[in-house]
Every structure is written in structure tokens, then in C-alpha cells.
């Protein structure tokens, strides 16, 4: 019995120390400690762990950190973990990054929503303020103007001038500026885009739209429609490409008009100053007949433009007042005197065009000491005193037109009476350049060709009296007064 007791006990002292029973050939145990363990036996806690990190000779994990554990060890990959700990971060901050660029993009796209909204109700605002219900409901109920005038939305001019870009500027002056723009359907127009934002010049905007969607004449520069989304409305027109009659007579043009070109732009701007008077469906008074506002095509036709000073007005009435409103040498001074516009002013204006064609001079010129000199008066004053070749322009006497620029010249003489009444309409107008243009007009019936009651022999004659002397002191009067604003 001693003996098994004393193997149990020896079970149980090795249990703790870690030992080994080996038996030997004589059938004795013998006790060790077991694989990493080291020391006595046959002690209690005889036996310790054996730090294999700290053993003398070969390390024992070469590639990594060496992990000491009991009656073992492990070996950890040092480059495996440091591999691993760049890439966590790099994928902590991608995310992070895509998180914080979707939340950007959210603020934006919010942001986006808003302006668009607040663009969208102020849009509509100027559509309002504009009259664009109006305009609406005058191009539904008017199957014409519907064919000819379309409302555009600001998005498409926009897309049409590159966003108003510079290098899409065609001209423009104090009042505001002129686009060429190429439609979605690339069809070239020009847009007027005013610089202007007062309520007066809004209303001429309106106004110039409304005259022009009911007018349609070859000589008359055709609206194809406005945009009424922006503070101030643009028109959109039909692109002119020769520039102004201005430009051709005073400008630095390469090829002069030829005294035929001239006198057919006359009678094709007569024209159409004879429709709007009493052709059109409403009767329109352009009110600012000048050189800069007639516009030439690639053929020198003409084409009348500019309808933001026009009135329309009844059949029946023979004038309104009104503001004085148009340019400085062009006005008519019976209508800057009492404010009383009638056609007779478009046609003292047209006058002065004549003038210009005949001689080439501006409206308003230096000559020697005189300062300011108005061609209307200086004009006149030369046919009076029988020296209209000294104020010719020598082209035209160049060409052989020397007799029907006569015949023309007493035509501007009688546009420029400072009475209205004497005045020719611009029906007689037309007529008259007509028959100039066919070899038609005899000099010695000319006055019966134009108007009989408002051009009599002594006005042809160059009569000197006290009457034209009074009325001339009352232009030179006027021609000294400040510049009209437009």
C-alpha cells in the first residue's frame, strides 16, 4: 500500500511542478520537468517556466517579436502589423473623405435648389412687372402677332450670347447695348440688352414691342421676340450685318454710297415712315428718325429701327402731347416749341436724313467760327440763295445726278419748314422720290408732284422775306438750346 500512496503523491507534486515519469530499464521512476519548464521535480513548484525570448543563442523568432507564453513562446510579425497599419488609416480617411465630399455636395445641391428657386420667383416677378400676361394675351388672341413675336426665356439668350460675353457686342451707346446672339435653331439675331433701369426706359422696351408685333414691312426691322424674365426686358431682333446708314455716310466706310444706293435708301425709308403713319394697323409716330437708326442689310436695304421713343395713336387724331423726346439736329422745332407731336415731326426729321444724304455733313457740325452749326438751317439757307453746288457732295455731281439731287433738295426744303402744315406727308414723300427714282419728276411740275398747298412758287424761289427771317431766328434759337435727352 506504501507504494501506491507514494505514487499517488508523486502524481500530485508533478501535477503542479509540471514533471515527467519516465521509467528506466529497472522498472524505477524517474521524474523530470516537462518541455519548457525547468528545475526540480521533486519539489513543489520545483518546476519554472523557461523564457525562450530571453535564452542565450539563436533568437528565436528572427522575422517578428518573439511572445513568451508558459512552457512556450510565439512569434508575432513586426512587418505584417506595421503593413497593416497604413492601410487602416488610408481607409479611415477615404471614407472620412467621401463622407465629408457627399455632405459638401448635399450643401451645395441644397444651396443650388434655393438660388434657383429665389432666380425662378424673381423671374417671374419681372414677367409681371413687365407686362408679360399682357403680352401673352395679346399674342394668343392675335394669330399674326403670334406668328411674329415668341417670348423667350433668359436661358436661351443666355445660351444664344455665351452668357452676354464681350466679344458678342455689336454696338450699343449710353442706353444700352447690342448682342448678336445664334438661336438653338442657329438662326442669328441681335439682342438689345439696356443699361438703363428706370421705369421710363422700361416702358419704351414695352412699348417698342408692342408697336413693333403689329407692324410688318420689308423696311421695317422685324421683332422676333423679348425676353421679359430680366429687370429690364430684351428684344430680340432680326440681324442687320452692314451696319447704319451713319455709319456708311459719315464713318470711314472703304466703298461710298453711290448717289443710286442713296436715293433707293430714301425712297425704301420713306416707305416705311409712310406705313407706320397710315398703313399700319395702328397709326406710329416714330419720333427719333435718324441716320443711326436706319439699318442696312448686306444689299443696302433698309431697315427702319429703334421704336422706344414711337406713340401710337388713334386714325382720327391729327397729334397727342407729349415730352419732348428725340436727338439733337433731327428734332423738329414746332414740336420742341409746344410739345405737340404729329407726323409732320417724323418727317422734318426725315428731311434732315435727306440732307445728310445730299451733302454727306452731319446733323450738327463746326464751321469756321460757328460752333454748332444746325445742316438744317445751313442747308436751307444755301438752296434759298440758289448755291446748292457749293453744298453738294461732289460724288453725286460726279455721277451725273446733279439734276435729281436738285429735285431732291427742293424736297428737303419743304420737309424742313418750320411750320408742320407746310410740310409734305410722307406719303407725298414717297411719291415725289419714287418718281425721281423712274426719271419720272420735270422739274417745272415738281410742286404739283409733291404737295401744292404746302410748297408754293415763292418758297421755291427762296423767298427772304420778314416771315422766313422771323421763323429762322426761331431755329437758330432752338439749335442753341441745350441737347434734348433721348
Known sequence: MAPRRGRAALRAHSSVHRPTAVYTAANKVRCNCSDGYEGNPYILHGCQDIDECQSPGVYPCPQGTCINMPGTYRCSSTKKSFSRLPGLISGIAISAGFGLLF??????????????????????????????????????????????TRIFSLEELEQATNKF?????????????????????????????????????????????????????????????????????LLVYEFISNGTLSFHLHGQSDNPLSWKDRLRIALETARAIAYLHSAASISVYHRDIKCENILLTDTLTSKVSDFGASRSIAIDETGILTAVQGTYGYLDPEYYYT???????????????????????????????????????????????????????????????????????????????????????????????????????????????????????????GSKGSEGTRLYSLEKEFIQSSEIPR
Not at 416677378?125 to 392675335?142: A, D, E, P, T, V
Open 165 to 233: 460675353d464681350h466679344n458678342r457686342i455689336l454696338g450699343g451707346g449710353g442706353h444700352g447695348t447690342v448682342y448678336k446672339g445664334i438661336l438653338s435653331d442657329q438662326s442669328i439675331v441681335a439682342i438689345k440688352k439696356s443699361k438703363i433701369v428706370v421705369q421710363r426706359e422700361i416702358n419704351q422696351f414695352i412699348n417698342e414691342v408692342v408697336i413693333l408685333s403689329q407692324t410688318n414691312h420689308r423696311n421695317v426691322v422685324k421683332l422676333f421676340g423679348c425676353c421679359l424674365e430680366t429687370e429690364v426686358p
Open 103 to 148: 455632405s459638401l455636395l448635399g450643401v451645395a445641391k441644397i444651396t443650388n435648389k434655393l438660388k434657383q428657386r429665389r432666380a425662378k420667383k424673381l423671374r417671374q416677378k419681372f414677367f409681371k412687372k413687365n407686362h408679360g400676361l399682357l403680352l401673352q394675351q395679346l399674342i394668343s388672341s392675335n394669330k399674326d402677332i403670334a406668328e411674329r
Open 339 to 461: 410739345s405737340r407731336l404729329t407726323e409732320k415731326s417724323d418727317v422734318y426729321s426725315f428731311g434732315v436724313i435727306l440732307a445728310e444724304l445730299l451733302t454727306r455733313v452731319t446733323p450738327v457740325f463746326s464751321s469756321h467760327s460757328l460752333e454748332g452749326t444746325s445742316l438744317a438751317s445751313h442747308f436751307v439757307s444755301f438752296i434759298r440763295d440758289n448755291r446748292l453746288l457749293d453744298i453738294l457732295d461732289t460724288q453725286i455731281v460726279e455721277e451725273g445726278g446733279a439734276e435729281d439731287a436738285e429735285v431732291v433738295a427742293r424736297l428737303v426744303e419743304a420737309c424742313l419748314s418750320l411750320k408742320g402744315e407746310e410740310r409734305p406727308t410722307m406719303r407725298q414723300v414717297e411719291t415725289t422720290l419714287e418718281d425721281v427714282q423712274n426719271s419720272k419728276f420735270h422739274f417745272n411740275s415738281q410742286i404739283t408732284s409733291v404737295n401744292q398747298n404746302a410748297m408754293s412758287d415763292q418758297l421755291y424761289k
